[in-house]
């Protein structure tokens, strides 16, 4: 299993290091302006009441979170790495219902069940392998209440530009010298599979784009059936377990307790195509730019490297001289 934890630490040990890793940028402006228009898409894709208690997973330097925070009741951002917490908590000390978490492990045990009306993820789920998904997935669903809404996406390895970078990481990282970030690679089919055995219903995957897979779901108000699945059992008892021996997890500060906002169906809020498009066209973007500083840095690093080496080399008697010009 992969050391998430250790991973995302080193590759945040400072602020310009975090912020680069999550959105390639770290001006504050930028980082205000892009965080602003991914936080309006999902407030209209997860139809967020003033009074819902949402939840990020990975929610990094809270560049969604902080521009979210004012149009909910409780913002909660959780993320496996304690450094991205502390920048995260420095970005957000003047919102008062942001609340932050450092995740234990690659899942969501700290939180007791029907905690969240909305659980979302935004370009996460292409930086963990796909058990580790699914858990995420599952863990979401266990921890809505019912009638709870959900977003998540990742790479569509089906996409023709995907595929592309999908060659580009196979080139790059040989056996053996793979990063534990490295991007990972979904299909519809996958995450339909994965949404519908984790129990959501009215699930919506949008595939229709240049790179990404997009899936929206729903809680059934009376999720009993699924919630008794041997997934959700074995899930249950981890939390039950992590919540009385760490009681310092709590994670709801207190307050009234908000009302599920009503959604019948998630069919009327995906109608606006183009919008959804719009927005998923910026992740692209995002995504592709992040991918090509990626690989610049790896590049200038394999270079610095070799001449490391170089410099190092023992200087043998019988080694040729290069010819002065």
Same mark, same amino acid.
């Given at each position: 299993?992969?050391?998430?934890?250790?991973?995302?630490?080193?590759?945040?040990?400072?602020?310009?290091?975090?912020?680069?890793?999550?959105?390639?940028?770290?001006?504050?402006?930028?980082?205000?302006?892009?965080?602003?228009?991914?936080?309006?898409?999902?407030?209209?894709?997860?139809?967020?009441?003033?009074?819902?208690?949402?939840?990020?997973?990975?929610?990094?330097?809270?560049?969604?979170?902080?521009?979210?925070?004012?149009?909910?009741?409780?913002?909660?951002?959780?993320?496996?790495?304690?450094?991205?917490?502390?920048?995260?908590?420095?970005?957000?000390?003047?919102?008062?219902?942001?609340?932050?978490?450092?995740?234990?492990?690659?899942?969501?045990?700290?939180?007791?069940?029907?905690?969240?009306?909305?659980?979302?993820?935004?370009?996460?789920?292409?930086?963990?392998?796909?058990?580790?998904?699914?858990?995420?997935?599952?863990?979401?669903?266990?921890?809505?209440?019912?009638?709870?809404?959900?977003?998540?996406?990742?790479?569509?390895?089906?996409?023709?530009?995907?595929?592309?970078?999908?060659?580009?990481?196979?080139?790059?990282?040989?056996?053996?010298?793979?990063?534990?970030?490295?991007?990972?690679?979904?299909?519809?089919?996958?995450?339909?599979?994965?949404?519908?055995?984790?129990?959501?219903?009215?699930?919506?995957?949008?595939?229709?784009?240049? +790179? &990404?897979?997009?899936? *929206? !779901? =729903? /809680?059934?108000?009376?999720? @009993?059936?699924?919630? $008794?699945?041997?997934?959700?059992?074995?899930?249950?008892?981890?939390?039950?377990?992590?919540?009385?021996?760490?009681?310092?997890?709590?994670?709801?500060?207190?307050?009234?307790?908000?009302?599920?906002?009503?959604?019948?169906?998630?069919?009327?809020?995906?109608?606006?195509?183009?919008?959804?498009?719009?927005?998923?066209? +910026? &992740?692209?973007?995002? *995504? !592709? =730019? /992040?991918?090509?500083?990626? @690989?610049?840095?790896? $590049?200038?690093?394999?270079?610095?490297?070799?001449?490391?080496?170089?410099?190092?080399?023992?200087?043998?008697?019988?080694?040729?001289?290069?010819?002065?010009?």
């Amino acid at each position: 299993m992969k050391d998430y934890k250790a991973i995302w630490n080193n590759l945040s040990t400072t602020f310009a290091d975090a912020s680069f890793y999550v959105c390639c940028i770290d001006d504050e402006d930028e980082i205000r302006s892009n965080g602003a228009r991914t936080a309006q898409f999902l407030r209209e894709v997860l139809q967020i009441a003033p009074a819902d208690k949402v939840f990020e997973i990975g929610c990094g330097v809270a560049r969604i979170g902080r521009e979210l925070a004012p149009y909910c009741g409780e913002w909660h951002g959780g993320d496996i790495s304690g450094n991205m917490i502390a920048y995260a908590r420095q970005r957000t000390a003047d919102v008062p219902n942001i609340v932050l978490h450092e995740l234990p492990d690659n899942s969501l045990r700290i939180f007791p069940e029907h905690t969240f009306d909305c659980v979302y993820s935004s370009i996460v789920f292409m930086h963990v392998d796909k058990l580790d998904m699914f858990t995420y997935i599952c863990e979401a669903f266990r921890v809505l209440k019912p009638g709870g809404r959900v977003y998540f996406d990742t790479y569509n390895l089906l996409a023709p530009a995907a595929w592309q970078e999908f060659l580009k990481t196979w080139q790059a990282y040989p056996y053996g010298q793979r990063p534990g970030h490295m991007s990972q690679f979904s299909t519809p089919q996958e995450m339909q599979k994965f949404m519908e055995e984790a129990g959501f219903e009215s699930v919506h995957i949008d595939h229709q784009n240049d +790179q &990404l897979v997009v899936a *929206v !779901g =729903r /809680k059934s108000d009376t999720p @009993a059936q699924t919630m $008794q699945s041997p997934v959700m059992t074995t899930l249950r008892a981890a939390a039950q377990a992590a919540q009385a021996g760490a009681q310092d997890h709590a994670a709801a500060a207190p307050g009234p307790a908000p009302t599920p906002a009503p959604v019948d169906s998630l069919g009327p809020l995906l109608a606006d195509m183009e919008r959804k498009n719009k927005y998923i066209a +910026q &992740l692209e973007t995002e *995504v !592709g =730019r /992040k991918n090509r500083a990626l @690989a610049d840095l790896e $590049q200038r690093l394999r270079r610095r490297e070799r001449e490391l080496v170089a410099a190092r080399a023992p200087r043998l008697p019988w080694a040729r001289r290069k010819p002065r010009s």
